[in-house]
């Protein structure tokens, strides 16, 4: 399945971050997603996530659900059969696991980001997803130096903004497709990310669609070694969709490949709780209502019957 866009290598920001930038925002401008190559994340940071989450999703069901999540899936296990896109009757083919942000005791976000769930029954699990989740954190932050910059804001605009983001680390598993999945059912249904950015590492099996400007489903596949980025509502609200919030899927496999399993680690990148998120003055008369990405936030999630 080749990819509608092309591999954008961050060593070009080394050398000149305007031009990473132009190049990384164009795509983000047409497309909504961008694939970026030498991200400089440790590979071996990545593979030992992956392979605590295939060990988790792999324990029974009665384990998994004692690590069931808590406020509106923001952390912990939620089970397969629960998320359901928006306009959707049918739930995705998946199940997945959320870690988000460790607080110090008594932080003024507290509440809206409770404390991890500690899972026992996986060595090491918690340690090595949050390794990953500090790792895209920065990535994310430095992502978000080229898309200011694109924007002709100060390179340093996001980073008070995001700082404390209530965002989302998300294992994800796709189980085998069989036949006696409800007609109609897809791995993820039809749907816009809430957040800020998502950087997401390529799955092993294909499927990642982006619907395009002219309503065409055009297959997203981020090469070994390479991520893909897309821009969420929030990012989309703030630039007055100057910067699209793509609607995005992942079908299910051809017959061939039916009964492989399906894994991939979304960070969902998020502003702070209580950033406005208002459109910026260079980007035109505004056509979003100014709302807290915590409202925001809480608004998507009903949708989604995460809440």
Avoid at 38 to 65: C, R, W, Y
Avoid at 148 to 166: Q, R, T
Avoid at 167 to 184: A, F, K, M, N, Q
């Amino acid at each position: 399945m080749d990819s509608i866009i092309p591999p954008v290598s961050m060593k070009t920001w080394a050398q000149s971050p305007e031009d990473f930038a132009q190049e990384l925002g164009k795509w983000f401008e047409t497309y909504g997603f961008a694939v970026v190559a030498d991200h400089g994340v440790d590979q071996l940071i990545i593979d030992n996530v992956l392979e605590k989450s295939k060990t988790f999703f792999a324990l029974p069901e009665e384990v998994k659900m004692k690590y069931k999540a808590t406020l509106g899936g923001a952390r912990g296990y939620v089970p397969f059969g629960i998320e359901t896109a928006v306009g959707h009757d049918k739930a995705d083919l998946k199940e997945f696991w959320h870690q988000g942000r460790n607080l110090p005791k008594n932080h003024k976000y507290e509440k809206y980001m409770p404390p991890n769930i500690i899972v026992d029954a996986v060595n090491d699990f918690n340690d090595a997803v949050d390794t990953f989740y500090n790792a895209f954190d920065d990535l994310g932050k430095r992502i978000l130096k080229s898309v200011a910059i694109y924007l002709n804001l100060e390179a340093d605009f996001f980073e008070s903004k995001v700082d404390n983001g209530n965002s989302v680390l998300r294992l994800l598993h796709y189980p085998p497709v069989t036949g006696d999945i409800e007609p109609g059912a897809i791995r993820a249904g039809a749907h816009g990310d809430i957040n800020v950015i998502t950087l997401l590492l390529g799955a092993d099996e294909p499927g990642l669609q982006l619907l395009d400007k002219e309503a065409n489903w055009q297959n997203v596949t981020a090469p070994k070694g390479c991520l893909a980025i897309n821009v969420g509502d929030m990012l989309s609200r703030l630039t007055n969709g100057v910067l699209p919030s793509s609607i995005h899927r992942v079908i299910n496999p051809q017959p061939e490949r039916a009964k492989f399993a399906r894994y991939s680690t979304p960070f969902f990148l998020h502003f702070n709780p209580d950033y406005l998120i208002e459109t910026l003055p260079s980007c035109g008369n505004s056509q979003f209502a100014p709302i807290t990405a915590q409202a925001f936030l809480e608004q998507r999630l009903s949708e989604i019957k995460l809440m």
